[in-house]
């Protein structure tokens, strides 16, 4: 919010039973993927040297210690919802809007507002957004979603491509 910057992006998202891989296609290709082992986060950055690509794996047992996942850790972590109070609702005509904040200060200091939008038709997310201690908003607005879709499990491996930087 201080720099009055929006970035808007495009990419998939994928499920199943604990499972999550995020791929953004543009502008800027990011991946997310959580598995039973880790949570990698994978970044392209053009450089003066060329592009880079750099990969931070957070193993899952340090998930709730490590900031830089706040979606994985809303979506996949099992009682992150418990720890949430709804502060405001707001019905319109096919969505219903929630505001939740940490029930505990400091519980999540990277997730100081969640919003929450639901169809009420169908009683499907549309979106999801989150502000952080310095007013950044991240959004993530879900479109053509399909539960019935076969996902491989092979989606939810991964291996840094070579050469990347890994941090952990």
């Known amino acids: ?8 992006s495009e990419g998939l998202l994928y499920f199943s039973k604990g499972l999550m891989r995020l791929e953004v296609k543009k502008p800027e290709k990011s991946i997310i993927v959580l598995n039973d082992k880790a949570v990698w986060l994978e970044t392209r950055v053009d450089g003066f040297d ?4 750099h990969v931070t794996k957070i193993e899952s047992k340090d998930l709730k210690k490590r900031s830089k996942a706040p979606l994985v850790l809303l979506l996949t972590e099992t009682n992150a919802w418990d720890n949430f109070k709804i502060v405001s609702t707001k019905t319109f005509p096919k969505s219903r809007t929630m505001i939740l904040k940490p029930k505990k200060a400091g519980e999540y200091p990277e997730l100081s507002k969640v919003r ?10 549309w979106s999801i957004s989150y502000e952080d201690e310095i007013e950044n908003v991240v959004t993530y607005e879900f479109q053509r979603p399909d539960f019935d879709a076969t996902v491989s499990q092979k989606k939810f491996n991964y291996k840094p491509p070579k050469g990347a930087k890994v941090v952990t």
């Open 1 to 8: 919010s201080l720099l009055e910057d929006t970035r808007e």
């Open 50 to 53: 060329g592009m880079t690509i």
């Open 116 to 125: 929450i939008s639901v169809n009420t038709d169908t009683n499907e997310l």
